[in-house]
């Protein structure tokens, strides 16, 4: 089940629309991919005063401590039985990392073995950080 929860304040937001679309495209595809039939991925995006918060959750195989340091980093990934059967480049993460920080951003990952995954990702609204860099010239 793919569920979606967008409030409408957070679709107005000065961002680069390619980037955002790309984080979400590679959230998405990594929750499906690793969600077993019948499991459920969920997005969100909401304002947390001027700053754009998304996230993807999922109820899939999930990540162990141990390896969430790593994922993130270039070409990391998890090495299970079940990514094994996974193609990927490890570069999705790492990307969506990247895409957050280039506009001021964080990403977060919480994840339980066995339960699912949620990241998140907070974009500040670059029409409040331009202000702010105009307000703090001035």
Do not use: C, W
Not at 34 to 55: C, D, H, P, W
Not at 82 to 105: C, D, N, P, S
């Amino acid at each position: 089940t793919l569920e979606h929860r967008v409030a409408p304040e957070a679709r107005r937001v000065l961002a680069d629309k390619r980037a955002l679309m790309q984080i979400l495209i590679n959230l998405l595809a990594n929750g499906v991919k690793f969600t077993l039939a019948g499991g459920t991925v969920a997005a969100s995006a909401v304002m947390n005063g001027t700053t754009l918060e998304l996230a993807v959750s999922d109820t899939g195989i999930g990540i162990g401590e141990e390896d969430l340091a790593r994922l993130g980093r270039p070409f990391e990934q998890v090495d299970n039985e079940y990514t094994r059967a996974k193609e990927g480049t490890g570069l999705g993460l790492a990307l969506v990392r990247a895409l957050a920080h280039l506009h001021g951003g964080t990403m977060d990952i919480e994840s339980v073995l066995g339960e699912g995954t949620t990241v998140r990702i907070a974009i500040p609204n670059a029409a409040d950080l331009a202000n702010g860099i105009e307000a703090a010239v001035a």
